[in-house]
C-alpha cells in the first residue's frame, strides 16, 4: 500500500488489527519527516509496536553528464560560482533529497533551486534527459544509472565506500568531511501486538537478515543491514 509520503500506507497498518498479519516497512521518511510535514491520523511514535531495524543506506551525490565538475570539490565551486542557477531533483518537501539537499547547502554556502517530482523515478529521469543538475539521492535508486555511466557520482554521504560501488569516494575523502546521510528501513506492527507475536517477527527477521543471499542483495543495493544487537524492537 503505497502513496503520500508513504502515509496511506501507514495510516492502513495503524488501524489494522494487531494479529502479527499487517506489517508496516516505515523508515526515516515515514516516522520521522512525514510527522513533522503533514498532518496524520496516527501518531509515528504511539500507535506501532517496534520489531526489527532492517538496514540503513546512505545518498550518493550525482549529477548529470554535462555538469563540468570533475569532483566533489569542483562541484561545490561550480554552485558556488552560479548562484540560484542549477537544479536540484527530490521527490517533494520534507523527502530524503530534499533535506539533504536543504543540509548540503548549508554545510557548503551554495544555493540551488529544489526541483519536486511525484517520485524519485520521474527526478532521476530528468536527470538522465539533463533538464535538472543534480541529486543527493538514495544509493539503492542511483547505483544503476552510476552503473551505466549516465550520471556523474561525486561521493557516497558515509564513512565508508559502498561494496557495490568501491570506486565512488566518501564524503571525507571527496572534500566535505562529516556530511553523513542515510535513511534507516524498520519493521513495525500495529499498536497493542502482543510481545509474543512481536518476539516472533523479531526473531525471523534476524534469520533473514543473517542469510547471505539477502546480505548480499542488501550489498548490491548499496544497503547496510543493522549487526545483531541493534535487530531489537528496543533499538527500534
Known amino acids: 500500500m503505497t502513496g503520500a509520503a508513504g502515509s496511506i500506507g501507514v495510516g492502513r497498518a495503524a488501524r489494522a488489527a494487531g494479529d502479527g498479519y499487517t506489517l508496516c516497512l516505515g523508515s526515516w521518511s515515514t516516522h520521522v519527516v512525514n510527522g513533522a510535514v503533514f498532518t496524520l491520523q496516527y501518531n509515528v511514535l504511539n500507535d506501532f509496536e517496534p520489531v526489527s531495524l532492517l538496514a540503513a543506506q546512505p545518498q550518493l551525490i550525482i549529477a548529470k553528464k554535462a555538469v563540468p565538475a570533475k569532483d566533489l570539490?569542483?562541484?561545490?565551486?561550480?554552485?558556488?560560482?552560479?548562484?540560484?542557477?542549477?537544479?536540484?531533483?527530490?521527490?517533494?518537501?520534507?523527502?530524503?533529497?530534499?533535506?539533504?539537499?536543504v543540509y548540503f547547502q548549508r554545510e557548503t554556502g551554495t544555493r540551488f533551486q529544489f526541483v519536486p517530482y511525484r517520485g524519485v523515478n520521474l527526478a532521476v529521469q530528468d536527470l538522465l534527459a539533463g533538464q535538472i543538475d543534480m541529486m543527493i539521492d538514495l544509493a539503492s535508486n542511483s547505483l544503476p544509472q552510476v552503473r551505466a555511466g549516465t550520471v556523474k557520482a561525486y561521493a557516497v554521504t558515509d564513512k565508508n565506500r559502498l561494496a557495490a560501488a568501491p570506486d565512488i569516494p566518501t564524503v571525507d575523502e571527496a572534500g566535505l568531511p562529516g556530511f553523513y546521510t542515510s535513511v534507516w528501513h524498520a519493521i513495525f506492527v500495529p499498536k497493542g501486538t502482543s510481545m509474543l507475536v512481536v518476539s516472533k517477527l523479531n526473531s525471523a527477521v534476524a534469520v533473514a537478515l543473517a542469510d547471505a543471499a539477502v546480505r548480499q542483495r542488501f550489498a548490491d543495493l548499496g544497503m547496510q543491514p543493522f549487526p545483531r544487537e541493534q535487530q531489537t524492537p528496543e533499538a527500534l
Open 73 to 101: 570539490t569542483e562541484l561545490i565551486a561550480w554552485l558556488r560560482a552560479n548562484p540560484d542557477k542549477a537544479s536540484h531533483g527530490t521527490s517533494g518537501a520534507g523527502s530524503p533529497a530534499h533535506v539533504a539537499g
